[in-house]
């Protein structure tokens, strides 16, 4: 059983958990769309080349000339869906992948038909070469290879010369076989250092206790907001009232409860890749091109619901509009920060909350 799903994680994980494989399905996307821009466009000059050199040269069969063309316009298409199709809709990425590979294979298999007299080279060529440029599960892989043997043996038995197409026959299998198991082999090995590649990413950039961005990140965006927004950055700074007190009363669990409680909060009403914990009690969300309007209220209900549960917060805000000039981060942060300040001394002017003072 055990060994069962070690083959089961092998073919359809890459060896690495179901979990851990579906966090990683947005970096296979991104590794792939990266990818297919230039094998796409190295692809389209060489069909169209060939098509060129077809045309002009009495040294190429002539009617190669239709595939270059057919094949340098598939891949010119998939170029354009690449640059102008996936940034909108990234989850198309495998679709045009397994077009890429397909072309590829459909160009193999045509071309070895031109000439039935002689054994495939072209076709068993791109069944070693194809599966290996991309990432994606194994089995997926596997089953295209599979697919790709059994139609090409179809195609050489029904069209090929009976010593012909049984040398082509044997060689598909056996180099599908190869192709099967260096896909797998190769996409265990990519997978995983893209999983401990993305692993190591993600500890340089996060706050282990709470999940928000670290400081270290903080430091690094900061500079690039400017160029992300495009109207407006709306700047929110949050600091713990009494986590000191917290830590010394009950213990420093239930203080890591407080700092858990605000970053889930934060999370409910800003986006996970512009909040930070940038010290130990405190905070920093932002929202480029965000809605002033509404922020009133929502700093209102974000108070009101960490009271329920015993916690209070001190913020400060600012709101800056792109249209008066270039934006000065650092200005922005620390008017906010300065405002927190004035919030805090307002919560601790209150009696009731004199104990809580630091």
Same mark, same amino acid.
């Given at each position: 059983?055990?060994?069962?799903?070690?083959?089961?994680?092998?073919?359809?994980?890459?060896?690495?958990?179901?979990?851990?494989? #579906?966090?990683?399905?947005?970096?296979?996307? *991104?590794?792939?769309?990266?990818?297919?821009?230039?094998?796409?466009?190295?692809?389209?000059?060489?069909?169209?080349?060939?098509?060129? +050199?077809?045309?002009?040269?009495?040294? $190429?069969?002539?009617?190669?000339?239709?595939?270059?063309?057919? @094949?340098?316009?598939?891949?010119? !298409?998939?170029?354009?869906?690449?640059? $102008?199709?996936?940034?909108?809709?990234?989850? !198309?990425?495998?679709?045009?992948?397994?077009? $890429?590979?397909?072309? !590829?294979?459909? %160009?193999?298999?045509?071309?070895?038909?031109?000439?039935?007299?002689?054994?495939?080279?072209? #076709?068993?060529?791109?069944?070693?070469?194809?599966?290996?440029? $991309?990432?994606?599960? =194994?089995?997926?892989?596997?089953?295209?290879?599979?697919?790709?043997?059994?139609?090409? @043996?179809?195609?050489?038995?029904? &069209?090929?010369?009976?010593?012909?197409?049984?040398?082509?026959?044997?060689?598909?299998?056996? &180099?599908?076989?190869?192709?099967?198991?260096?896909?797998?082999?190769?996409?265990?090995?990519?997978?995983?250092?893209?999983?401990?590649?993305?692993?190591?990413?993600?500890?340089?950039?996060?706050?282990?206790?709470?999940?928000?961005?670290?400081?270290?990140?903080? *430091?690094?965006?900061?500079?690039?907001?400017?160029?992300?927004?495009?109207?407006?950055?709306?700047?929110? /700074?949050?600091?713990?009232?009494?986590?000191?007190?917290?830590?010394?009363?009950?213990?420093?669990?239930?203080?890591?409860?407080?700092?858990?409680? +605000? #970053?889930?909060?934060?999370?409910?009403? %800003?986006?996970?890749?512009?909040? /930070?914990?940038?010290?130990?009690?405190? %905070?920093?969300?932002?929202?480029?091109?965000?809605? =002033?309007?509404?922020?009133?209220?929502?700093?209102?209900?974000?108070?009101?619901?960490?009271?329920?549960?015993?916690?209070?917060?001190?913020?400060?805000?600012?709101?800056?509009?792109? #249209?008066?000039?270039?934006?000065?981060?650092?200005?922005?942060?620390?008017?906010?920060?300065?405002?927190?300040?004035?919030?805090?001394?307002?919560?601790?002017?209150?009696?009731?909350?004199?104990?809580?003072?630091?």
């Amino acid at each position: 059983m055990a060994k069962n799903n070690k083959l089961w994680k092998l073919f359809f994980y890459a060896g690495i958990e179901k979990e851990d494989y #579906a966090k990683l399905l947005p970096s296979i996307r *991104e590794e792939n769309r990266v990818l297919l821009k230039p094998f796409s466009q190295i692809a389209a000059i060489m069909f169209l080349l060939l098509f060129i +050199v077809s045309m002009l040269s009495n040294g $190429f069969v002539t009617v190669n000339s239709t595939t270059y063309l057919l @094949c340098g316009i598939a891949m010119m !298409l998939i170029l354009f869906c690449t640059h $102008f199709l996936l940034p909108k809709f990234p989850v !198309l990425v495998s679709l045009l992948v397994y077009a $890429f590979e397909i072309i !590829l294979y459909i %160009f193999g298999i045509h071309i070895s038909m031109l000439h039935a007299n002689m054994p495939a080279v072209s #076709a068993v060529a791109f069944l070693l070469v194809s599966p290996l440029l $991309f990432y994606d599960r =194994p089995i997926r892989l596997s089953s295209l290879i599979a697919a790709v043997v059994a139609v090409f @043996c179809w195609i050489v038995l029904r &069209f090929k010369t009976p010593d012909i197409a049984q040398i082509d026959v044997w060689n598909s299998i056996t &180099f599908g076989i190869v192709a099967v198991a260096a896909t797998v082999f190769t996409m265990t090995i990519k997978i995983r250092a893209l999983s401990q590649s993305r692993q190591v990413v993600y500890l340089s950039q996060t706050d282990l206790l709470t999940g928000l961005k670290n400081r270290n990140y903080y *430091e690094r965006q900061l500079p690039k907001y400017p160029e992300i927004c495009t109207k407006n950055i709306i700047c929110v /700074y949050a600091d713990v009232n009494g986590l000191h007190e917290v830590n010394n009363l009950n213990g420093h669990p239930e203080g890591d409860r407080m700092l858990k409680a +605000v #970053a889930a909060e934060m999370l409910r009403y %800003f986006d996970s890749e512009h909040t /930070y914990r940038i010290g130990g009690d405190e %905070f920093i969300a932002f929202q480029p091109d965000g809605h =002033p309007e509404n922020l009133p209220l929502e700093i209102e209900q974000f108070k009101r619901i960490l009271a329920e549960k015993g916690y209070y917060i001190s913020i400060g805000t600012s709101v800056r509009s792109k #249209a008066n000039g270039e934006l000065n981060m650092m200005e922005i942060v620390n008017e906010a920060e300065g405002r927190m300040y004035d919030d805090k001394r307002e919560f601790y002017s209150h009696t009731e909350n004199d104990r809580r003072s630091r």
